[in-house]
T-cell receptor, first 109, second 116 residues
Framework: GNSVTQMEGPVTLSEEAFLTINCTYT??????LFWYVQYPGEGLQLLLK?????DKGSNKGFEATYRKETTSFHLEKGSVQVSDSAVYFC????????FGAGTTVTVRA | KAGVTQTPRYLIKTRGQQVTLSCSPI?????VSWYQQTPGQGLQFLFE???????NKGNFPGRFSGRQFSNSRSEMNVSTLELGDSALYLC???????????????FGEGSRLTVL
């Protein structure tokens, strides 16, 4: 079946550092891909999405590009802030949303 | 506009008991999905309801059940609770059936169940 694999955490960074969280997927067809974020004590919220190959999703300084040739959708941010500390989930849409295991990111001041 | 509301936020039960969790979706949303979140298994899909019909179901035992009412509010029930049922149960609503179209789900803050 369709699935998502993302890099395990936790990831700890200093403020203004570069963040990359790897995500690869296995799917039949061409699913839509998503990054969701869960801030402490809150539910998940959509961060960005891409619906077809080569699409780039972006929001709040985060970016991810849908790469069909490498079946990847890596999340990047050039300069993180303490407020970016959260759990990040990669997900794909295949009649339901299937999530990766989540990556905990902690940004130190 | 009000977000997804889940009640109760926290609850403690003992093994063998049953529990009912409630979810009120965003106004106008007809799809409600339920997920179980645990540190070991991550986010696992339980089921989805759309217009009062179960549209999709994950790989959970029959002890886990749900329903949706005509106003789109949804409940999930877990009977004969086990220690391993301790988790954060998340509800999400969407305009269209989950995973189709935009695939954007709007999540509630969850109901944290502890089974002793």
């Amino acid at each position: 079946g369709n699935s998502v694999t993302q890099m395990e955490g936790p990831v700890t960074l200093s403020e203004e550092a570069f963040l990359t969280i790897n995500c690869t997927y296995t799917a039949t067809g061409y699913p839509s891909l998503f990054w969701y974020v869960q801030y402490p004590g809150e539910g998940l919220q959509l961060l960005l999405k891409a619906t077809k190959a080569d699409d780039k999703g972006s929001n709040k300084g985060f970016e991810a590009t849908y790469r069909k040739e490498t079946t990847s959708f890596h999340l990047e941010k050039g300069s993180v802030q303490v407020s970016d500390s959260a759990v990040y989930f990669c997900a794909l849409s295949d009649n339901k949303l299937s999530f990766g295991a989540g990556t905990t990111v902690t940004v130190r001041a | 506009k009000a977000g997804v509301t889940q009640t109760p936020r926290y609850l403690i039960k003992t093994r063998g008991q049953q529990v009912t969790l409630s979810c009120s979706p965003i106004s106008g949303h007809r799809s409600v999905s339920w997920y179980q979140q645990t540190p070991g298994q991550g986010l696992q899909f339980l089921f989805e309801y759309f217009s009062e019909t179960q549209r999709n179901k994950g790989n959970f035992p029959g002890r886990f059940s749900g329903r949706q009412f005509s106003n789109s509010r949804s409940e999930m029930n877990v009977s004969t609770l086990e220690l391993g049922d301790s988790a954060l149960y998340l509800c999400a609503s969407s305009l269209v059936a989950g995973g189709l179209g935009t695939g954007e789900l709007f999540f509630g803050e969850g109901s944290r169940l502890t089974v002793l």
